[in-house]
């Protein structure tokens, strides 16, 4: 069932208001509710639901579950020959959850290829505070010291939720998402919600999947609130990496 008209949240409702993800709008594509709060409660509980915020400044807080869903199963990375030419080249590390606030910032920042950011400053303060409690994590990628690429998401249970990622530097995001999808892959990962579809995590190798479909595995895989806590601790080099 698709509603034609959106849920209104207020702040004080119980962060479990939302309605069935069944009842998203067509158009906009997965357009659910507005409102409510960036609460680290009510954020944890939406995307264990399959919903997540997207808007802009200005703009009440909207609330997405879009039909299909974009997601990347960590062993289905795909790893272009120009990246392994990368690979074995790169004078780069990876680090988990050193820089995280810099990894957002970059993330918010201008593109040549957009118009603004949705990534406003309400955003970064309630995934800073995500951060701060275990639940958001950063992948970074330097060379010489200096911030080239990175991924900044929630993991909850076994789903890492993508919210965004950037570039400096030719590949740097793609080392970064390698990285991330070798470690969700050790320990045993449903997948990356990759949330809407786009050319490049085609590339990467994400898939389209219907929105009930998603669902059933985000059940499955996120049954409880549960932090994950075995990331590397120290920054690992890009030659490390094992594309397949």
């Not at 120009?82 to 820089?99: E, F, G, K, P, Y």
């Not at 995934?127 to 010489?144: K, Q, T």
Request: with cysteine.
């Amino acid at each position: 069932m698709n509603s034609n008209r959106v849920t209104w949240l207020d702040p004080g409702d119980p962060v479990d208001a939302f309605p069935n993800i069944s009842e998203a709008m067509q158009e906009p594509n997965g357009l659910l509710a507005a409102g409510g709060d960036l609460s680290s409660e009510r954020l944890l509980h939406a995307y264990r639901k399959g919903i997540f915020p997207w808007f802009d400044d200005g703009q009440p807080i909207l609330w997405w579950s879009p039909n299909p869903r974009c997601v990347l199963f960590p062993a289905d990375f795909n790893t272009s020959s120009r990246l392994r030419r990368s690979i074995a080249s790169a004078d780069a590390t990876i680090s988990i959850n050193q820089s995280f606030s810099e990894v957002i910032y970059a993330c918010a920042g201008p593109r040549r290829s957009e118009q603004g950011t949705w990534i406003t400053a309400d955003m970064i303060a309630a995934y800073e505070s995500l951060w701060a409690e275990g639940w958001a994590h950063s992948i970074e990628v330097r060379e010489n010291g200096d911030l080239t690429g990175g991924i900044y998401g929630l993991a909850i249970g076994r789903v890492f939720f993508g919210e965004s990622m950037f570039s400096r530097k030719s590949n740097a995001s793609k080392l970064a998402m390698l990285a991330l999808c070798q470690i969700l892959e050790e320990n045993d990962f449903a997948m990356i919600d990759c949330q809407v579809v786009s050319r490049h995590l085609v590339a990467l190798g994400a898939v389209s999947l219907p929105r009930v479909e998603f669902a059933s595995l985000l059940e499955l895989a996120c049954p409880s609130l549960t932090r994950f806590h075995h990331w590397p601790d120290s920054p690992v080099p890009v030659r490390d990496l094992r594309p397949k």
